[in-house]
């Protein structure tokens, strides 16, 4: 009620209440600090204090409950704001835990309270139950805020952070088997570009000797067997196959991958958090690795030349250029001026909008790091441009159904699609069928089921999809992979297309990307 009282007031002030509630949500990292702090303060005096036979608060004791009181309630409430306004409630990798924490920071804000009327009856009255009772709710408090952190701290840095460092084993950052490593562009603190690396005049890169050693040292703490902070897991191997939507061979710099590592370090993307940053000729050996085709322990390094696309999600018909048979073709006729207009609407928001390359009429669009996410009504904004857009990243939005029926259907020159982590089912995949050009399909994490199955079916052009984390069935994935024998699906346990001996060199190079 008093929500609604201000936002109205506020709207009726002229003010925008969702900017202003915001910014409320905003102060959680600073206010939740002192009921930890305070809470635990209270508890540890009444503890050291036990031994005493005074039956009475201790005056430190209390005051410190009293401000961890309130600013538990603070928290508590930031947080639930927090969550809605910076898309963290629309995040289904965070889901569980961000129930946890919202329901157990309530159970601490009424807990607190309860102990303080408690402590008010103690001191009207004198009761000896009354004292004991505000004791135990005391530490009560004291244990619960701790475990409210915890999750708030899991959410943060990944699940098991606490702990994860006790069993990640130190192990040596081997150098190329070739010191001599050429590189241009500058990746120093300033840079926020990603800058093209040249490829590096030495022997293949190996995953087991030089990559997964960096992975494992400097990111495994998040992005392990342990924690996957975010859903990601870069080790082992078979882990990261999973998420080779992250790299792109044609131009390993523009990976999301690499572009996180470049990142300037005052960046709140920039990976790693903490720690050292990764060193430019580390970067440069990961960005060879992508581009001779990122092969695994047991594979060999493949020639550029042989695959250069092999994770960009494009027809092998591209392997010389990752986007040459698209820009054979011309895009309809569109309105340039509205189409510029979009596209620095979208760029003001924070998204990434793009030739495919240059002098190219098609657009790359990613709207996936807008925070908050779009929703329905933001991503209207496609119509604009719905004639020219090839590849576009969805993932971790929060749109709907609606949605996609009422803007991304009507993106009919798609090639390339991401929805992961979206809250889109059957119904939004029903409305797709009529985009005959899409070839990659990412429905990782979504709500669809079997009953998607016959759109895929249907969609002639498609060559990878991924239905990794869905409610599609074994049964469902065996009846798609007979009916579509070419088409590669990726479900989380084996990347198989279950296709022909040219149908698995076709596929190979598609890959299982779901787009930049």
């Known amino acids: 009620m008093l929500?609604?009282?201000?936002?109205?007031?506020?709207?009726?002030?002229?003010?925008?209440?969702?900017?202003?509630?915001?910014?409320?949500?905003?102060?959680?990292?600073?206010?939740?600090?002192?009921?930890?702090?305070?809470?635990?303060?209270?508890?540890?005096v009444e503890l050291v204090l036990s031994w005493r036979k005074e039956a009475r608060p201790h005056v430190i004791a209390s005051f410190c409950l009293w401000v961890g009181m309130v600013f538990a309630v603070l928290a508590t409430w930031t947080g639930w704001e927090m969550a809605e306004y910076e898309g963290i409630a629309a995040n289904p990798v965070k889901a569980d835990l961000l129930e946890w924490h919202r329901w157990t920071g309530v159970v601490l804000a009424v807990l607190s309270m309860l102990v303080c009327?408690?402590?008010?009856?103690?001191?009207?009255?004198?009761?000896?139950?009354?004292?004991?009772?505000?004791?135990?709710?005391?530490?009560?408090?004291?244990?619960?805020?701790?475990?409210?952190?915890?999750?708030?701290?899991?959410?943060?840095?990944?699940?098991?952070?606490?702990?994860?460092?006790?069993?990640?084993?130190?192990?040596?950052?081997?150098?190329?088997?070739?010191?001599e490593i050429e590189g241009q562009g500058d990746l120093t603190e300033e840079t926020s570009r990603p800058v093209e690396a040249p490829a590096v005049a030495a022997a293949a890169i190996r995953w087991t000797d030089q990559i997964e050693p960096v992975f494992a040292s400097e990111c495994g703490d998040c992005h392990g067997p342990e924690s996957q902070k975010g859903g990601l897991q870069l080790v082992p191997y078979d882990a990261f196959r999973a998420h080779l939507d992250l790299i792109d061979q044609a131009s390993p710099m523009k990976s999301i991958?690499?572009?996180?590592?470049?990142?300037?370090?005052?960046?709140?993307?920039?990976?790693?958090?903490?720690?050292?940053?990764?060193?430019?000729?580390?970067?440069?050996?990961?960005?060879?690795?992508?581009?001779?085709?990122?092969?695994?322990?047991?594979?060999?390094?493949?020639?550029?030349?042989?695959?250069?696309?092999?994770?960009?999600?494009?027809?092998?018909?591209?392997?010389?250029?990752?986007?040459?048979?698209?820009?054979?073709?011309?895009?309809?006729?569109?309105?340039?001026?509205?189409?510029?207009?979009?596209?620095?609407?979208?760029?003001?928001?924070?998204?990434?909008v793009a030739p495919i390359s240059?002098?190219?009429?098609?657009?790359?669009?990613?709207?996936?790091?807008?925070?908050?996410?779009?929703?329905?009504?933001?991503?209207?904004i496609l119509d604009d441009m719905k004639e020219t857009i090839v590849w576009l990243n969805l993932g971790d939005t929060a749109i709907t159904d609606q949605g996609v029926r009422q803007t991304v259907a009507r993106l009919t020159a798609l090639r390339r699609l991401r929805l992961d982590r979206t809250r889109i089912t059957d119904q939004g995949v029903a409305s797709l069928g009529d985009l005959r050009?899409?070839?990659?399909?990412?429905?990782?994490?979504?709500?669809?089921?079997?009953?998607?199955?016959?759109?895929?079916?249907?969609?002639?052009?498609?060559?990878?999809?991924?239905?990794?984390?869905?409610?599609?069935?074994?049964?469902?994935?065996?009846?798609?992979?007979?009916?579509?024998?070419?088409?590669?699906?990726?479900?989380?346990?084996?990347?198989?297309?279950?296709?022909?001996?040219?149908?698995?060199?076709?596929?190979?190079?598609?890959?299982?990307?779901?787009?930049?």
Request: proline share 6%.
């Open 437 to 516: 050009n899409l070839e990659v399909l990412n429905l990782f994490g979504t709500q669809v089921g079997d009953g998607c199955l016959q759109t895929l079916e249907q969609l002639s052009s498609l060559k990878a999809v991924y239905l990794w984390d869905t409610h599609v069935t074994s049964e469902g994935l065996n009846r798609l992979r007979s009916v579509r024998p070419m088409l590669q699906v990726v479900d989380g346990a084996e990347s198989t297309g279950h296709t022909s001996d040219a149908g698995n060199a076709s596929v190979d190079h598609e890959s299982t990307s779901a787009g930049s």
């Open 117 to 179: 009327l408690i402590w008010l009856l103690e001191r009207l009255s004198g009761r000896r139950w009354a004292f004991n009772a505000y004791r135990y709710g005391l530490w009560s408090s004291a244990v619960l805020v701790c475990v409210v952190g915890h999750f708030g701290a899991e959410m943060k840095w990944g699940r098991d952070y606490l702990f994860s460092v006790l069993r990640t084993k130190d192990r040596p950052i081997p150098q190329p088997a070739d010191p």
């Open 257 to 352: 991958l690499i572009h996180r590592i470049v990142l300037p370090e005052t960046d709140p993307d920039a990976m790693p958090p903490m720690g050292d940053r990764l060193s430019e000729e580390q970067v440069q050996i990961i960005a060879q690795w992508i581009r001779e085709g990122s092969p695994g322990p047991d594979e060999a390094a493949k020639a550029s030349s042989q695959s250069p696309v092999r994770h960009t999600g494009e027809s092998s018909a591209m392997t010389s250029n990752p986007a040459s048979s698209i820009n054979d073709l011309e895009p309809s006729t569109f309105d340039a001026s509205r189409q510029r207009q979009a596209m620095s609407a979208i760029e003001m928001m924070g998204g990434f």
């Open 3 to 44: 929500e609604g009282f201000l936002e109205l007031h506020l709207i009726a002030s002229g003010y925008d209440a969702s900017l202003w509630w915001r910014f409320f949500g905003r102060l959680h990292p600073v206010l939740l600090h002192f009921p930890i702090a305070m809470l635990i303060a209270a508890g540890f």
């Open 358 to 380: 240059k002098g190219s009429l098609w657009l790359d669009v990613n709207l996936s790091l807008i925070r908050p996410p779009v929703d329905d009504a933001r991503i209207k």
